[in-house]
């Protein structure tokens, strides 16, 4: 298995920006007064609602969760190097051999998550910080946990505009204990399988979102629910390609 890797969700008939050499539809965004990120913001936008109208079942997208996307300026949350192509709907490289997911992938994970006011959940895979922004964006409050050092830093100052945002550096395969049970875990690194400890901080009531499978290749998006009385129910969503989640160990 690579360690490092390039996030994409493959939607079932929807060819994605990232897949198709990583042309970039918006290489010259025009220097308009004020935001020069607002026009491809706004072309992503559009693209990102087409696909959310296409998608089907459990991929379907809600609309609530692309306003959230569009109150967050993911070009705050790439590398310098990499702001141009900041609003292609595709992933990023952010360094240390991780990347920023495809904003598509964001969006479905969001909806899938249903962040609302005033609810718990935690994000297991800081990264950039950028899914944390977009979940904070809803008002529910975000616990989030980087494994590698400078990345989980870099997310904390970016983060630290949201009052309603934790950081913290760890193994997140061992969840967040102090502030557990969560109303919804969203997972941003392939696990081989659901980490038990997950499972157990997830309230009863409440869903993970979490990529399964072995390798680059074989992974799926899973939606895993737990109802009232504790039962578990796992459903696919779609075949993705995340990079690995370690420590567990
Ligand atoms: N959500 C991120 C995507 C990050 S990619 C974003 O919006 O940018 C997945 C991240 O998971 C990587 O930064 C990787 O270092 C982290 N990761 C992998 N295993 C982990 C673990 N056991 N605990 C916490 N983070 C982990």
Same mark, same amino acid.
């Given at each position: ?71 967050? !300026? ?28 495809? !904003? ?146």
């Amino acid at each position: 298995m690579r360690s490092a890797g390039a996030i994409a969700g493959v939607a079932r008939g929807v060819v994605l920006g990232w897949a198709l050499g990583g042309a970039c539809a918006w290489a010259q965004p025009p220097a308009a007064a004020g935001d020069p990120y607002a026009q491809p913001r706004r072309a992503l936008l559009a693209e990102l609602r087409r696909q959310a109208r296409d998608g089907a079942g459990e991929a379907r997208i809600d609309p609530a969760a692309l306003e959230l996307l569009a109150r967050v !300026p993911r070009h705050a949350y790439v590398p310098a190097a990499q702001r141009a192509h900041a609003y292609a709907n595709r992933p990023l490289a952010i360094g240390y051999g991780q990347t920023i997911s495809q !904003p598509y992938i964001v969006a479905l994970m969001t909806s899938l998550a249903q962040p609302k006011p005033g609810q718990k959940i935690l994000e297991v895979g800081t990264g950039s910080g950028y899914q944390a922004a977009v979940l904070a964006e809803s008002g529910a409050r975000v616990y989030t946990i980087e494994i590698v050092a400078p990345l989980a830093a870099q997310a904390r100052q970016r983060l630290r505009r949201y009052r309603n945002v934790e950081t913290r550096m760890g193994d997140g395969y061992y969840g967040w204990q102090e502030a557990a049970p969560f109303d919804a875990i969203v997972v941003t690194a392939a696990a081989s399988s659901i980490p038990p400890p997950l499972l157990a901080q997830l309230k009863p009531g409440g869903r993970m979102v979490i990529p399964v499978g072995s390798s680059f290749h074989a992974q799926t998006l899973m939606r895993v629910s737990k109802d009232a009385a504790g039962r578990v129910r796992t459903r696919q969503v779609l075949p993705v390609r995340f990079v690995p989640l370690t420590g567990g160990r």
